[in-house]
């Protein structure tokens, strides 16, 4: 991969975390594993993704939706998040067993996602604090339920301004964190304007609250150069097939590859996981 590009893709990441970035991130090479799971119910489960025993390993259940989880068009429910992951597979004692087989194993919920149904899931608040209100009581239960540790915030579509989209969000995770209901909190924005400028507002003024920053870096055109994450289906980013293992290397050696994440366990189950397994090796490489 030519040197220029890798340049011009960090810069991109650098562009959306300015100057404190490195407070949140890893300051050096991390051996954080992070993969969503359950959003395309093809049956996976946990103990089909192989977990190497040196590495963080993080399963991101897809998704919690603030919209009716029962009638055949969902709608909005302003805050009151609903299941719509695989929970038949992936169920609250599978959690629970899955934890307890591997004590490298932490599992979040992801909440939002890009659809619901036969539409976009939106971020659609009533106001800032029915919202927060709904979501910590809604996520508490669901968190509590599925023994959870963290969150993703996911959203992609928005019927709210940058400030709401921040308020809300900020309080749902400074509220879930001071409640000790979780122990960390991940983003999950790409290279999109109308994207980029609500998830600017929220690390604006909440950045100190969040962990992990999961740049969807496969949110491009195949022909884009990118790297720190990939699609698993190989539709997009720089593919384990091209060189995304030769972007992480590089970046290893240069102590600058602060984990991998894949969108997503349920596209890998055909090919036998492979490419979990080459990331998780490169990322159990002593340091």
Same mark, same amino acid.
């Given at each position: 991969?030519?040197?220029?590009?890798?340049?011009?893709?960090?810069? *991109?990441?650098?562009?959306?975390? #300015?100057?404190?970035?490195?407070?949140?991130?890893?300051? @050096?090479?991390?051996?954080?594993?992070?993969?969503?799971?359950?959003?395309?119910?093809? =049956?996976?489960?946990?103990?089909?993704?192989?977990?190497?025993?040196?590495?963080?390993? /993080?399963?991101?259940?897809?998704?919690? *939706?603030?919209?009716?989880?029962?009638?055949?068009? #969902?709608?909005?429910?302003?805050?009151?998040?609903?299941?719509?992951?695989?929970?038949?597979?992936?169920? #609250?004692?599978?959690?629970?067993?899955?934890?307890?087989?591997?004590?490298?194993?932490?599992?979040?919920?992801?909440?939002?996602?890009?659809?619901?149904?036969? +539409?976009?899931?939106?971020?659609?608040?009533?106001?800032?604090?029915?919202?927060?209100?709904? @979501?910590?009581?809604?996520?508490?239960?669901? *968190?509590?339920?599925? /023994?959870?540790? +963290?969150?993703? *915030?996911?959203?992609?579509?928005? =019927?709210?301004?940058?400030?709401?989209?921040?308020?809300?969000? +900020?309080?749902?995770?400074?509220?879930?964190? =001071?409640?000790?209901?979780?122990?960390?909190?991940?983003?999950?924005?790409?290279?999109?304007?109308?994207?980029?400028? /609500?998830?600017? @507002?929220?690390?604006?003024?909440?950045?100190?609250?969040?962990?992990?920053?999961?740049?969807?870096?496969?949110a491009y055109d195949q022909g884009t150069t990118v790297l720190a994450?990939?699609?698993?289906?190989?539709?997009?980013?720089?593919?384990?097939?091209?060189?995304?293992?030769? @972007?992480?290397?590089?970046?290893?050696?240069?102590?600058?590859?602060?984990?991998?994440?894949?969108?997503?366990?349920?596209?890998?189950?055909? =090919?036998?996981?492979?490419?979990?397994?080459?990331?998780?090796?490169?990322?159990?490489?002593? /340091?």
């Amino acid at each position: 991969m030519e040197f220029s590009k890798l340049l011009i893709s960090l810069f *991109i990441f650098q562009v959306f975390l #300015p100057c404190h970035m490195s407070i949140q991130a890893a300051p @050096a090479n991390s051996d954080l594993f992070r993969e969503y799971i359950g959003a395309e119910f093809n =049956n996976v489960k946990f103990s089909d993704v192989p977990i190497n025993s040196n590495v963080e390993f /993080h399963f991101i259940l897809s998704f919690a *939706i603030d919209y009716d989880s029962t009638t055949g068009s #969902p709608s909005p429910t302003n805050g009151k998040f609903n299941v719509f992951w695989d929970s038949d597979n992936l169920s #609250p004692s599978q959690v629970s067993s899955i934890k307890s087989t591997h004590s490298n194993v932490k599992v979040a919920l992801s909440l939002g996602g890009d659809s619901v149904g036969d +539409g976009y899931a939106y971020f659609n608040p009533s106001s800032v604090d029915s919202w927060v209100s709904n @979501a910590v009581s809604s996520l508490t239960n669901i *968190i509590q339920e599925y /023994h959870l540790d +963290g969150i993703d *915030i996911n959203y992609e579509h928005f =019927n709210a301004d940058p400030d709401t989209f921040s308020e809300c969000v +900020g309080k749902l995770i400074k509220t879930l964190k =001071n409640n000790g209901v979780i122990s960390f909190v991940s983003i999950a924005p790409f290279d999109d304007d109308d994207v980029q400028s /609500h998830y600017k @507002a929220l690390w604006k003024s909440y950045g100190d609250l969040i962990d992990y920053v999961n740049f969807q870096f496969y949110a491009y055109d195949q022909g884009t150069t990118v790297l720190a994450s990939f699609i698993s289906d190989g539709s997009g980013g720089l593919t384990p097939k091209n060189e995304f293992f030769t @972007a992480c290397s590089r970046l290893k050696s240069e102590d600058k590859l602060h984990g991998i994440f894949v969108w997503s366990a349920d596209d890998s189950k055909r =090919n036998g996981f492979r490419y979990e397994k080459q990331s998780q090796a490169l990322l159990a490489i002593s /340091h």
